[in-house]
């Protein structure tokens, strides 16, 4: 057993010891109950590779295998997350600062064609074909990264966003893409999150893992919550740390293309075509990839013993953490 479902199920006993005993924590049976059968259910389109989880159809372990030596460029630009963490927000904005064509109106660019998967090569491209920079964007947790990556070669943005923002936003996507098993309640879905058995495994132990070996990487670290209340300060940052010289203008449109409303209408950006041309993988009548990219829409989705679990779960380790987040829109940063 590894050592983080240990004090997870540490926590899950507690809630049993206390609802017992004095029900202090305020926390259903059926809630405890729903989280402790998800740690112990597979997904039978998942395989766990080190410690992480991927979809079976899509990649293999001798793919992942190899990713060892993948070759990695000094102009190399990987966009890092965990799912459901602004990835597809911030590759528009990537997009719109390296192709000039796409943020001048002039050229059109989709989301498939212009930053490619690394873990998911669905258009079975020859990655020593594209011509530099090149853009990446992975869900891999540091460990896992090409060996030149974690030797400070090409230059990784890592975007972070509160677990309970990502939760929801997980759930929700769960029911529109069919490998994240059948479609669930929300009591078991949070249990499967809180013991990282979804794709990509822990919250936790990704954020952390990328957090504490920062120094092995070129670097830049933002939240989805910084970027959501002001974007035009992340923008900067991100043209900084690329060493990209936007004038005000072309700052001005990235910021104005870039807004969620605008890409969640663009059928270029939103990559809901991919629902109905992949039916085998997605669901179109559940759903799309974006949602309401906000801030604080947990508070409308998790039930108050959801939180409590949650929090007695996360809370302590995310405190060690050297970032923070805002858990409502209205909260400063």
Not at 96 to 123: A, F, H, K, P, R
Not at 159 to 176: C, E, G, I, M, T
Not at 215 to 225: A, G, K, P, R
Not at 248 to 267: L, N, T, Y
């Amino acid at each position: 057993m590894q050592a983080r479902t240990v004090v997870q199920y540490y926590h899950i006993t507690y809630f049993f010891l206390c609802y017992h005993n004095k029900g202090k924590t305020g926390v259903p049976f059926c809630t405890v109950v729903s989280a402790v059968l998800a740690m112990e259910s597979p997904n039978p389109h998942l395989f766990e590779y080190k410690g992480s989880y991927f979809v079976k159809d899509l990649v293999t372990p001798e793919y992942l295998d190899s990713l060892e030596d993948f070759e990695i460029r000094d102009s190399d630009v990987y966009l890092i997350t965990y799912p459901k963490s602004g990835t597809m927000w911030t590759r528009n904005i990537l997009s719109l600062i390296y192709y000039e064509g796409y943020q001048n109106g002039t050229e059109t660019i989709t989301s498939t064609n212009d930053i490619q998967s690394v873990e998911y090569n669905m258009l079975k491209l020859n990655y020593l074909n594209i011509i530099s920079p090149r853009l990446f964007f992975s869900h891999l947790p540091y460990n896992l990264v090409p060996k030149g990556l974690r030797s400070g070669r090409g230059k990784v943005i890592y975007v972070a966003r509160n677990p309970k923002d990502v939760l929801v936003s997980y759930y929700h996507f769960s029911k529109v893409f069919l490998k994240m098993g059948e479609a669930e309640e929300l009591d078991t879905f949070v249990g499967k999150f809180l013991a990282g058995k979804v794709l990509a495994g822990s919250w936790l132990d990704h954020v952390e893992g990328w957090s504490t070996h920062r120094d092995d990487f070129n670097i830049l670290f933002l939240t989805f919550e910084e970027m959501k209340k002001d974007l035009r300060s992340s923008v900067l940052k991100i043209c900084n740390f690329l060493g990209k010289r936007l004038n005000e203008k072309e700052v001005d449109d990235v910021i104005a293309k870039a807004a969620f409303h605008k890409m969640k209408m663009d059928p270029t950006r939103n990559v809901d075509f991919c629902l109905e041309h992949y039916p085998e993988l997605f669901n179109s009548r559940k759903g799309g990839f974006l949602r309401k990219g906000t801030i604080g829409d947990w508070k409308n989705t998790m039930t108050v013993a959801q939180n409590e679990l949650f929090d007695s779960t996360m809370k302590e380790r995310m405190e060690k953490l050297p970032f923070k987040f805002c858990w409502d829109i209205k909260d400063k940063l």
